[in-house]
Every structure is written in C-alpha cells, then in structure tokens.
C-alpha cells in the first residue's frame, strides 16, 4: 500500500507541477520577462550611445527623455482610452509589434552611424548626422509609446483578470512581476554592458536588435495562450466607459437615473450612437475628438478617490536619483565604465526585490494604506545621505560655475551638433573601456585629464550618493506596488485604461520636469542642486500620500498591529471604488 501511494504522491505533484508551468499566470510571467528584458537592455544601452556620440555633455540624453516624457504627457490618456475601447488581445499584440519592431529598427540605424560615422561627419557639414540622432529619438520614442500601451493593458488590466476578485492573488501577482522587472534590471544592462565594453557598439545594437526579434514572435504566442486560457478576458465594458466619463463631467446630472444608466448605455451606444458617427464625420469633431477624451480622462482621473495617491507616486519621477539615461550620464562623467555602472544598476535591482518582498510582508501584516506610508518613509530616510553626499568633499558641486554655462555656450556659438560628439583629441570610437579617461570632466575638456588625477577624493561623494539611491530602491518599489494595487482596485473595469494613461501621464510630466531641469544645467557642477531638488519632491510626495492615508484610515492610521478595511474585504470584486 505505501508503496502504490508514493508513485501517486509523485504523480500528482508531477501534474501539479506541469500546471502550473501550463497556467495563465506563469504564460504571463514569461512573456513579461522577455519583454522586460528587451527593454532593459534598450533603456540602458540607448543612453550610454547617446552620450558616447554627442560627448562629455548630458544634453543631448536629457533631449531624448524631454521628448519622450512629453510624448507620454500629451498622449497617455489618448492611449489609455484607445486601450479601453478596443480588444484586450488586439491591444497587447499590436503594442508588441509595434514596440519590437521600432527598437529593431533603431538598432539598425544605429549600427549604421557608428560604422559610418566618418563618413557622415563630412557630409552636409555634419547635418546628416544630426539628422541620424533626430530618427533615432523619433523611433525610441514611438517605441516607448508602445511600451506604456503594453504596461497599461498587461500589468493594470490582464493581471487583474487573470487574478479575478482575489486581492492577496493580485498582491502576489503584482509584486512577481515587480521582482521580474528587478532580475532583468540586474541581468539585461549586465550582459548587454559586457558585450559593449568587451565587443563594440556595432555588437551592442546587433545583440539588441536580435534579441528583440526573437522576443516578439515568442511574447506574441504567449500572449494568444494567455488569452485562451483565461475567457475572462474575452469580457469587456468598453461602452460603459464613455457614458461614465460624461457622467463625471456633467457631475450630477446623471444622478438621477442611475437604475437606468447601466441597462440603457449598452442599448444606446449599440443604436443611438451610430446616427451620431453619421452626423459627426466633420472634420472638426474628428479633430475635437483627441481633446475631448484628454479632457475627460484628467476630469477623472482628478475625481478618483486614489487622487492623491497617484499624485504622490508621480512626484517621485521629479528626481534625478534613479538609473535613468540621466544618471547613467553622470556616471560617465564621474569616471565610471560601463562595467561598473552595470554592476550598481544589478544591486539596486536587488534591494528593488527586497522592495517587493516587503511588500508583500507589510500588505500582510499592517495592510495595504499602511504599506504605502511605511515605504515612503523608508525611502526618505536613504534619501538623506544622497542630500549630504552633495557637500561631501569631492562632490563637483560648484556654486561659482553658473548652471546654465554649457548650455549657452551651445547654443549661442552656431555649431553644428555632430561636431561637439567628435573631438579631434578622441581617435576611432572606444566604447566604455576607455570611457573614464574620455568622460571625466564637464565644460572644460581641455583640462578634463589633469583635473582627474586625485582619483580617490570624487569616490567620497559619488559612492555615498549610489548608497543612498540603492538603498532607496526598497521603499520605492514598495511604495508603487501599493500606489499600482489601489489603482487596480479601485478604478472601474471600464476606466482602467484612460485613468492608467493619465496617471502614466502625471508620471511623464513630473519626469519632463526634471528633464528640463537638466537640459537648463547639464554640467555635471550643477548636479547637486539638482539632487537636493530632488529630494525635495520626494518629500512632497510622500506627503500627498500622508493625506491620502489620513483620509482613508482616519485615527486607525497608526494603528499598525491590524490590516486596513481594504485588506480585510478580498473576498470583493476589485474595482469596487467604494471602498477605499
């Protein structure tokens, strides 16, 4: 008999085994950690290309974030309502396609400059180049636009359906997902930065390209068994959505029947709204249209009762603490080769999944409001010694030099761009190997050579700067695992792509801000201005979240021994906006 039952034991751990390599959820894990993959060696590659083509100067990264930070700012919601009306499956998959295929083709493009780069230095004076730099943030950030497409309709709409009305599910899912995005954080920028210090640029961009070929075709598979196996996903209230948006414009007008709203609006939106299209095939209501849904979804976005959490969670993008094109320029600056760089983006992502793990542990044990609070105090208090790495000897914060130095001198003196990315002191490109003795030094490359002969003095100041920004990761993470999961559960089905968008959007715009706060000071001396601002916003932001704990929790807030209403009430469907 015992041993009969153990072949039966193995064969349903065996079956138990294979379903869950078979089920939706890991079908899902899978095709987002290819994606994530794909975009973690483009975000960190792109950044260090732009800064070897144009120089020792921040400015030309700082232009690709401003234009895809205000790309993301003027059409989040227009996404966001494009990803609520249409298919989930028809979503997901042209946002992939559409996302692989312009990364592939950047690649291309930039493969091209770096191997002609002589070649096209001479022609047009240098112009076509620029042109060349120009399609390549075009493309980069058509292929961001994508990618915000497939972040909203995978990680704030399939996930929830795939979890159904299970909230501690969801929380799982959530923080699985965040801990994928952190191992491809470690993984993909330390083997696409092998292959560009010990290969060539012309590797990096094949690699990548290649990469994300292969990706698509497989995410695109992934995505269709995902959607076979779960026909939920198949139900959609896209038609609901416009009249729920009207209804928060005209505010109470729509009160008084709100019996009849549910029933009527499908009927209506079938038979009444097709005479409208007919009548409205002007070119006027055709070009109104994208306002109009800009309008609306700010409107309710504003009238959310996460309002403030959202808003707290979009301030933490005004920083330039995170490892971003931004900061990876500065690195540059500071001395620091691509190798290194790579092995301190892989330890952020490591305390990032000590992030998520305590997300998990806090939602647990002090409830999902809480969670938010803890996190955000947490974060500020690793923030600090990025502040006091500012006056630390051998920071390269110089009040004498004026911030906006470099970018004068640019544009006043009438050259042309491809000119400042070649010097003649630099022979053939060498990619981040020689990168140190390239780098260092902000406005005056004459003198960046002698300048960096006390090696050990800058260290001070940008080793305690990363400390800070690493050990920050694990309040961060958690704080929008708690932003992401009240959005999740407390935005309507139908509203679930427009108020994503939007926030996506207050995101982008807290990010353009702290673009062109580098593009006005891109010298490295103005860095430490830029890091207590920073830190300042953070601040603010963890505030505005304050009050929203305050209001939902009221005087239970500190009361951190029990979970909040929310956490108690999984057993409600998520979306339930009553019950914040």
């Excluded at 079956?15 to 794909?38: E, I, N, P, Q, R």
């Excluded at 923030?383 to 920071?395: D, E, H, R």
């Excluded at 005056?444 to 305690?464: F, G, H, K, Q």
Aim: charged share 15%.
């Amino acid at each position: 008999m015992a041993r009969g039952a153990e072949p039966a034991g193995e064969r349903r751990r065996c079956g138990s085994v294979v379903a869950y390599f078979t089920s939706a959820k890991f079908l899902l894990y899978l095709g987002h950690a290819l994606s994530t993959w794909g975009d973690r060696m483009w975000h960190f590659a792109v950044s260090v290309f732009l800064v070897e083509l144009y120089g020792n100067s921040l400015l030309l990264t700082a232009v690709y974030g401003l234009v895809v930070a205000g790309s993301v700012l003027l059409l989040g919601a227009i996404i966001g309502d494009w990803v609520d009306k249409n298919s989930r499956l028809k979503v997901a998959q042209t946002s992939l396609v559409v996302q692989n295929a312009s990364v592939i083709l950047c690649g291309i493009i930039l493969m091209i400059v770096f191997l002609f780069k002589t070649q096209l230095l001479t022609l047009y004076h240098g112009w076509l180049l620029t042109m060349c730099y120009i399609l390549v943030i075009t493309i980069a950030n058509i292929a961001n636009l994508a990618s915000t497409a497939t972040a909203i309709t995978i990680q704030r709409d399939w996930i929830v359906v795939v979890a159904g009305e299970d909230r501690s599910k969801l929380a799982d899912m959530n923080a699985t997902i965040r801990r994928i995005d952190q191992l491809t954080n470690i993984l993909a920028p330390m083997a696409v930065g092998q292959i560009m210090t010990f290969g060539s640029p012309m590797i990096g961009c094949g690699f990548i390209s290649g990469w994300n070929l292969m990706s698509m075709c497989v995410e695109y598979l992934l995505l269709w068994k995902v959607y076979q196996k779960t026909p939920t996903l198949a139900v959609k209230s896209a038609k609901v959505e416009e009249s729920e948006l009207k209804q928060l414009n005209i505010k109470k007008e729509s009160d008084m029947k709100p019996a009849e709203g549910v029933q009527l609006i499908v009927e209506k939106d079938v038979t009444g709204f097709e005479p409208q299209q007919e009548k409205e095939v002007s070119c006027t209501a055709r070009i109104a249209e994208p306002f109009i849904t800009f309008r609306d979804g700010w409107v309710a976005y504003y009238n959310q009762p996460v309002f403030l959490a959202g808003m707290g969670l979009a301030f933490l993008y005004m920083t330039v603490l995170g490892f971003d094109c931004i900061t990876t320029g500065y690195a540059y600056t500071q001395g620091l080769s691509g190798s290194v760089l790579s092995l301190l983006m892989g330890a952020s992502a490591v305390t990032g999944i000590m992030g998520t793990v305590a997300f998990t542990w806090l939602r647990h044990k002090c409830g999902l409001v809480r969670t938010g609070l803890i996190s955000g105090i947490a974060q500020f208090a690793c923030l600090v010694l990025c502040a006091i790495s500012v006056f630390m000897p051998g920071s390269p914060l110089d009040l004498t030099v004026s911030p906006f130095a470099d970018i004068s001198a640019r544009l006043f003196e009438s050259e042309p761009l491809p000119t400042i990315a070649s010097p003649e002191d630099k022979p053939e490109m060498v990619f981040a190997t020689g990168m140190p003795n390239v780098l260092n030094g902000s406005t005056t490359p004459a003198n960046s050579d002698p300048e960096m002969s006390p090696e050990p003095v800058p260290l001070i100041s940008v080793s305690l700067l990363f400390a800070g920004v690493i050990a920050a990761r694990v309040g961060l993470w958690s704080f929008d695992l708690t932003v992401t999961q009240l959005l999740q559960e407390n935005v309507v089905e139908s509203e679930r792509g427009i108020i994503n968008g939007v926030q996506n959007s207050m995101n982008y715009l807290l990010d353009l801000l702290h673009f062109i706060m580098v593009i006005l000071a891109p010298n490295p001396e103005a860095f430490g201005l830029l890091v207590l601002i920073s830190v300042s916003f953070v601040a603010m932001g963890h505030i505005m979240y304050f009050r929203f704990a305050q209001k939902s929790l009221g005087k239970q807030l500190f009361v951190c021994c029990t979970p909040d209403p929310k956490a108690v009430s999984d057993s409600l469907p998520p979306g339930n906006t009553s019950t914040v």
